[in-house]
């Protein structure tokens, strides 16, 4: 079946320090890939997408290439801020009887410091 | 746009009881899938409902039901609760048809205590 592993976090960054979370799946098929974010006591909100093998997905700053020789879909930014602390997800989707079904990884924790 | 909206927001319930959670799609949205996320885990899925039928479900068991209405909101049953059935549900909805559906807009979340 589909599986997303993600590094365990706390992910812990001082203010404008490159971030990396990284994320590898398994899946059949061709999955589209995603990373969500959570903000504390809300829900997720997607950050980017990719598609299909090679497609970078951008957003906020964040970027994301979906790898299919590594099976992988690192998230980075360049430059971290505090308000970026969250908890980040990855995903991958895939359809199943005509409806589209992700599959989540646990998360990782982000926390900046100023 | 009030976006995904859910209720209540906090509930306590003793082993054994039952629950309602209710959701409101995103305008214009006609699916809604429910999400259960434990705590420090990823939101594991439990069930769709297009067009006021379950379109496709997860490995949960019978005690979770749902139910979506003709206006497109949802509700998410659970019966017999156990201790284990504590967690943030998640209700998220989307365009119905192909790769739209891949843009889930998620709500709050109802958290549920069982004790």
């Known amino acids: 079946g589909n599986s997303v592993t993600q590094m365990e976090g706390p992910v812990t960054l001082s203010e404008e320090a490159f971030l990396t979370i990284n994320c590898t799946y398994t899946a059949t098929g061709y999955p589209s890939l995603f990373w969500y974010v959570q903000y504390p006591g809300e829900g997720l909100q997607l950050l980017l997408k990719a598609t299909k093998a090679d497609d970078k997905g951008s957003n906020k700053g964040f970027e994301a290439t979906y790898r299919k020789e590594t099976t992988s879909f690192h998230l980075e930014k360049g430059s971290v801020q505090v308000s970026d602390s969250a908890v980040y997800f990855c995903a991958l989707g895939s359809t199943s009887g005509g409806s589209y079904i992700p599959t989540f990884g646990r998360g990782t924790s982000l926390i900046v410091h100023p | 746009d009030a976006g995904v909206t859910q209720s209540p927001t906090h509930l306590i319930k003793t082993r054994g009881q039952q629950v309602t959670l209710r959701c409101s799609p995103k305008s214009g949205h006609d699916t809604v899938s429910w999400y259960q996320q434990a705590l420090g885990q990823g939101p594991q899925f439990i069930f769709q409902?297009?067009?006021?039928?379950?379109?496709q479900r997860g490995n949960f068991p019978d005690r979770f039901s749902g139910h979506q209405f003709p206006n497109y909101s949802s509700e998410l049953n659970v019966n017999a609760l156990l201790l284990g059935d504590s967690a943030l549900y998640l209700c998220?909805?989307?365009?119905?048809?192909?790769?739209?559906?891949?843009?889930?807009?998620f709500g709050p979340g109802t958290r549920l205590l069982v004790l």
């Open positions: 998220a909805s989307s365009p119905g048809q192909g790769t739209y559906q891949e843009t889930q807009y």
């Open positions: 409902y297009y067009e006021e039928e379950e379109r």
